[in-house]
């Protein structure tokens, strides 16, 4: 089933909704080592414990948000829509609405059953998270901008929205040598993103120079599985097109 319609919703403003500011310098610096410890799942060897707290604010709708995608990286996709939905109702700013609309869209890409359900739509639109996620220009926290924007751009991938993955992706920038201020093992995720969105738009040359980079920058096993999966998919391509090479 091709995804692209996954999140077509009619468009239902909501302009009583006004967001809040970013929270104060403690909560960034709270959820940035929350986000830090999530997307450190994404390339974790084996399983390891839940890195939220079982007892977290009700109403902190970034946490309920990084719950559904805890649970999209376990593949646990049943389980996301529940969080996904309480994190759009809660949002309160610029930073909790892109990760509420991000897992919203992963969830629609995860679970047939919520590419339905009206909770899922906008809180601020009223329609599609990912298209609203697209237009909306408020300012995105410091160490937190990268990281959202590549979810946004994951999630639209999910839902085979190529162009939308591309222009979330323009908007970020090159992928850096550091995030959260070190060495971090999801940028080799965000560097396989880059190239597989380069490569789905035909734009191979740059799909290749990524490979080799993301390649020397791979530093434990799983990471170097990882790029090994993303270049045999770059040389698959390119054999389909009568061009043989070994990355």
């Known amino acids: 089933e091709n995804r692209a319609t996954a999140t077509k919703f009619a468009q239902r403003p909501n302009p009583s909704r006004v967001l809040r500011p970013a929270r104060p310098y403690t909560c960034h610096v709270r959820r940035t080592a929350l986000l830090s410890d999530v997307l450190a799942e994404f390339t974790a060897s084996s ?20 719950r559904s995608l805890e649970h999209f990286i376990r593949a646990e ?3 996301m829509t529940d969080p996904a939905v309480t ?21 629609v ?11 899922l739509r906008d809180p601020i639109t009223g329609g ?13 926290s410091g160490a937190l901008r990268l ?29 850096p040598d550091t995030l959260f201020g ?27 120079k990524l490979v080799h980079t993301a390649i020397e920058s791979a530093h434990t096993p799983v990471e170097s599985l990882f790029t090994s999966a993303v270049a045999c998919l770059v040389e698959g391509h390119m054999r389909r097109h009568g061009v043989n090479i070994v990355l």
Not at 109 to 119: Q, R
């Open 147 to 175: 990281p959202l924007l590549h979810l946004l751009a994951e999630s639209a991938l999910a839902c085979a929205r190529i162009d939308l993955a591309a222009f979330f992706l323009e908007r970020s920038g090159p992928v």
């Open 182 to 208: 070190a060495p971090n093992p999801y940028l080799t995720v965000m560097r396989g993103l880059h190239i597989r969105v380069n490569l789905f738009q035909g734009q191979v040359g740059a799909a290749l």
């Open 47 to 66: 399983s390891v414990p839940s890195a939220l707290p079982q007892a977290s604010p009700t109403d902190d709708a970034f946490v309920h948000a990084l």
């Open 87 to 107: 994190a759009l109702r809660l949002a309160k700013d610029p930073d909790d609405l892109a990760l509420s609309r991000a897992v919203a869209g992963f969830a």
């Open 109 to 119: 890409a995860g679970w047939s059953d919520a590419v339905t359900n009206p909770e």
């Open 77 to 79: 996709y049943e389980e």
């Open 128 to 140: 599609d998270p990912l298209h609203a996620a697209a237009d909306d220009q408020a300012h995105l």
